[in-house]
């Protein structure tokens, strides 16, 4: 059940339509470069939220637009693939988050990019501000830092303050140094230990999951990453076998089984990442397009698991829901 539901997009649905005519009548097949990371079964919303976005532009795929797909299986797998989007000369490379815009951003610094869930990319070095990017890269953000410790605190709260909470990061996303170092102090604050668990590729997952288990944690926070996404099935599965309740930063994780989430409505970022495309075909420079901030945060709980993992969840935290899976 979905409790609250706001949307707000850069300008009027009338002048978004004439935009897209705009491009329709120019006669031009536009190539939209997409550098994903896998599988793609894991991103079929989000990227029907993209394809949506540039719908309602008035765009057709096929007809003026074409996007050219590119899933790497791993990180190291990322610049290749940017290197073949660029030799293919795309007007514009589509790279979702922190840990595609870094390959793209070495592959390229004239092909613009557009991202739609990063989540630092000033401090990262993607962007020179967010009102004035400054080079060929800008998008929508989210504020990764202020969710990952705003997540530790749902958790606490969810678990009744426990002593132990493990928190598996990263390290080939970016942005991740810089949010673990705010759980830790957030940890501090609370009275909380930390058992920080590194998982850059599937089976660390699985490790990580085990180390926390023998450290007896009471729950995991599992910080924002593209791999822990498309890994929804695992981590679940991992969750349940284990028995620690976990709370992630997408929905897409609870859908797939996990316990809670809190943090930005992807899909919204990457239907709004189709305004940003459309603006650079018509000539708009990245660098003049300011980056945007997510305006639609949710928190998602699923009781079919908790019911699964015998945990009540609390009725403070439960009022709060933006939507219940059951």
């Known amino acids: 059940m979905r409790r609250r539901d706001f949307v ?25 470069g997409y550098l994903g990371f ?35 299986e791993r990180v190291d797998q990322t610049f290749e693939l940017a290197t073949q989007l660029v030799q293919m000369k795309v007007d514009v ?57 705003k997540e530790l ?15 598996v990061w990263n390290p080939t996303t970016p942005s991740h140094p810089t949010a673990v170092k705010a759980v830790e102090a957030a940890a501090g604050k609370l009275g909380i230990e930390l058992v ?3 998982a850059g590729i599937a089976s660390e997952i699985q490790d990580a999951f085990s180390t926390m288990s023998r450290q007896r944690v009471s729950g995991v926070l599992v910080l924002s990453s593209p791999l822990y996404t498309a890994q929804g099935a695992m981590l679940a599965e991992l969750q349940n076998k284990y028995r620690l309740p976990t709370i992630f930063a997408t929905k897409a994780n609870v859908v797939a089984g996990g316990l809670m989430s809190y943090g930005a409505d992807i899909d919204d970022l ?10 650079i075909l ?13 305006s ?31």
């Open 38 to 72: 896998g599988p793609a079964s894991g991103w079929t919303s989000q990227v029907e939220a993209l394809r949506s976005g540039l719908r309602d532009l008035g765009y057709v795929e096929g007809k003026d637009i074409v996007i050219e797909f590119r899933w790497a």
């Open 153 to 167: 605190e749902i958790l606490q709260e969810t678990l009744s303050k426990p002593a132990r909470i493990g928190v």
């Open 296 to 326: 639609k945060y949710l928190i998602v709980i699923n009781l079919k698991t908790a019911n699964a993992l015998g945990l009540t969840i609390p009725p403070t935290v439960l009022a709060r829901a933006d939507e219940v899976i059951e």
């Open 196 to 198: 920080i668990a590194p």
């Open 93 to 149: 490379i589509f790279a979702p988050a922190s840990t595609q815009v870094e390959p793209a951003r070495r592959a390229t610094d004239t092909i613009p990019i557009v991202f739609a869930q990063h989540a630092d990319p000033v401090g990262i070095g993607d962007v020179k501000s967010l009102s004035r990017p400054g080079g060929n890269i800008t998008g929508l953000s989210m504020l990764l830092t202020e969710l990952s410790v």
């Open 8 to 32: 707000t997009l850069p300008g009027g649905a009338v002048a978004l339509w004439s935009l897209g005519a705009h491009a329709q009548r120019s006669g031009k097949v536009w190539r939209i």
């Open 270 to 279: 990457y239907r709004r990442a189709a305004v940003y495309i459309d603006k």
């Open 282 to 294: 018509r000539g708009a420079l990245p660098a003049d397009l300011p980056v945007e901030q997510a």
